[in-house]
């Protein structure tokens, strides 16, 4: 009877750990699903580069840093569900340079943007990231010699990356990073919804839901 007792004990007590972490993560969900609806701003602004149709009903929100180890693993990832999902999903890059010395990368990544190579450096990045910033070891003087590739002006990259607007757009994510209580990167939310459980699987489920949603068959 006495273990009979200690295993039900254990199990009301793992059913309700169960029922509240699923009560936590559907409030969570209301909670930024609201300040999608109502605060579209911390999700997107102005200066947010973005890939994608104007038209996508499915916004997938990424708060990066090139850096990031698990940006880069994400991005093929993140690439091949546009291609199956032409025109349904608008990607939106956001920032969050969490790291010592990650600032600087996105200041080299936005002053390639004024050139017109915004997602040619960001590429070469993620492919390089190994030789560059190996386990947050930041090498930026080998940065300089594989930019390149995407077709940049290196040393005007260099005067670029100091003009006071890439400043201000990082100081605007990293403040929409903690009113979204963004803990790392990558950090997703699909139409104001967060990835709360992360994975490859989950993402991908996240964002399928949504495009049944918003587009029922």
């Not at 009877?1 to 969900?29: D, P, R, S």
């Not at 995407?150 to 100091?162: F, L, P, R, S, W």
């Not at 400043?167 to 979204?180: E, G, H, K, P, Y």
Request: aromatic share 12%; proline share 5%; net charge negative.
């Amino acid at each position: 009877m006495k273990y009979a007792l200690v295993g039900i004990t254990c199990l009301v007590l793992v059913l309700a750990f169960v029922i509240g972490n699923n009560y936590y993560q559907e409030q969570q969900t209301q909670k930024y699903g609201f300040l999608a609806a109502e605060n579209a701003d911390l999700f997107v602004r102005d200066h947010s580069r973005t890939l994608g149709s104007d038209d996508a009903r499915v916004y997938l929100v990424e708060f990066m840093d090139p850096a990031c180890e698990t940006c880069a693993a994400f991005a093929p990832f993140i690439k091949q569900i546009m291609d199956a999902n032409p025109g349904k999903i608008k990607l939106v890059l956001r920032y969050a340079p969490f790291h010592d010395g990650a600032d600087d990368f996105v200041k080299i990544l936005e002053a390639a943007g004024m050139q017109g190579k915004y997602w040619e450096t960001l590429d070469v990045m993620f492919a390089t990231q190994n030789i560059w910033a190996n386990h947050h070891n930041y090498q930026p003087d080998r940065l300089w010699d594989i930019l390149p590739r995407a077709g940049v002006d290196i040393e005007q990259i260099k005067k670029d990356m100091h003009d006071p607007a890439i400043a201000r757009i990082i100081a605007q994510d990293m403040a929409d990073v903690r009113a979204l209580n963004v803990q790392k990167t990558p950090g997703y939310f699909v139409n104001g919804r967060p990835l709360q459980v992360f994975g490859y699987r989950q993402l991908s489920e996240l964002i399928q839901s949504e495009l049944n949603a918003q587009y029922p068959k």
